[in-house]
T-cell receptor
Framework: QQQVKQSPQSLIVQKGGISIINCAYENTAFDYFPWYQQFPGKGPALLIAIRPDVSEKKEGRFTISFNKSAKQFSLHIMDSQPGDSATYFCAARKETSGSRLTFGEGTQLTVNP | DVKVTQSSRYLVKRTGEKVFLECVQDMDHENMFWYRQDPGLGLRLIYFSYDVKMKEKGDIPEGYSVSREKKERFSLILESASTNQTSMYLC????????????FGPGTRLLVL
């Protein structure tokens, strides 16, 4: 049972465009929603994270939008660059589960020059 | 910088072999995790540990065991490798229970023939 569902599985964007990756969750006990970025041959690394008390968090070109009522959150990459080409994972954590994360299926982003 | 290292980048084993995957972190982190990564399935948690000699099952523990004899080292054991365990295995660590950021190693790609 996938508790965090991510779409699309793959995404191709032109340089300068906006990349949007969506995630939906089922468990209302989730209280922390990070995004991880993974380059080929590397392990995932934390990119940006949000808690449900805010609806948006922005760090540079990366923005998380959070819709608590819809149980959805999304990653927006503005002015996408070829260097952003990577696999992106959303995740969620329940406060009672300590550091344990539940990950989405992943999105392979390709930004064409 | 946090460094999580995994003993092998690539491993080829035969069906029925006992396989050890080693993970070491150098930042005195309390928590350690083992995931497997498969296309379209994301990162799935196999086992995790919040302290030395402690272990907890994740979402897919069947066919695996773990060992944590020292704080910095967390081993994943495949008692009798099977072809359906061919995958990328990722180790991660985090500082304290409730501190959510996980730091990943580069992964071990295991092929079971």
């Amino acid at each position: 049972q996938q508790q965090v569902k991510q779409s699309p599985q793959s995404l191709i964007v032109q340089k300068g465009g906006i990349s949007i990756i969506n995630c939906a969750y089922e468990n209302t006990a989730f209280d922390y929603f990070p995004w991880y970025q993974q380059f080929p041959g590397k392990g995932p690394a934390l990119l940006i994270a949000i808690r449900p008390d805010v609806s948006e968090k922005k760090e540079g070109r990366f923005t998380i939008s959070f819709n608590k009522s819809a149980k959805q959150f999304s990653l927006h990459i503005m002015d996408s660059q070829p260097g952003d080409s990577a696999t992106y994972f959303c995740a969620a954590r329940k406060e009672t589960s300590g550091s344990r994360l539940t990950f989405g299926e992943g999105t392979q982003l390709t930004v064409n020059p | 910088d946090v460094k999580v290292t995994q003993s092998s980048r690539y491993l080829v084993k035969r069906t029925g072999e006992k396989v050890f995957l080693e993970c070491v972190q150098d930042m005195d982190h309390e928590n350690m995790f083992w995931y497997r990564q498969d296309p379209g399935l994301g990162l799935r948690l196999i086992y995790f540990s919040y302290d030395v000699k402690m272990k907890e099952k994740g979402d897919i523990p069947e066919g695996y065991s773990v060992s944590r004899e020292k704080k910095e080292r967390f081993s994943l054991i495949l008692e009798s490798a099977s072809t359906n365990q061919t995958s990328m295995y990722l180790c991660a660590s985090s500082l304290l229970r409730g501190r959510e950021t996980q730091y990943f190693g580069p992964g071990t790609r295991l092929l079971v023939l």
